[in-house]
């Protein structure tokens, strides 16, 4: 586990890449970077879902769009629930008990 204390300096390491890159200063190590791969789907592609117009494009280096379709909103599984809870985060769609009496 690694705590990391962030400074209003360093937005950079807000996120994953970041810490990384920082790790890897550190431990003096190169860092592979990955880029995501998503699969595509045989279905309909983004660009038919939405349209996004860029202004500016010299102010926007790269712009990513994902359509997911099917997603059902149900309770969070217990598992999730544990694990959210476990890393300080509440879950949204808690399960609800209901009791019956006979």
């Keep these: 586990m690694i705590d990391a204390e962030v400074t209003s300096n360093r937005p ?3 996120g ?6 920082e790790i890897g ?3 003096k190590t190169s860092l592979k970077n990955v880029a995501p791969k998503p699969v ?3 279905a309909a592609k983004a660009s038919d879902a939405v349209s996004v117009k860029i202004e500016a494009p010299e102010l926007c280096g790269r712009f990513t769009a994902r359509v997911i379709r099917g997603v059902k909103v149900a309770p969070s599984p217990v598992w999730m629930r544990e694990r959210l809870e476990a890393a300080g985060v509440a879950s949204i769609s808690k399960r609800v008990w209901t009791f019956r009496t006979m």
């Design 40 to 42: 595509e789907s045989g």
């Design 25 to 27: 200063a550190i431990y």
């Design 12 to 14: 950079d390491c807000l």
């Design 16 to 21: 994953l890449l970041g810490i990384a890159r």
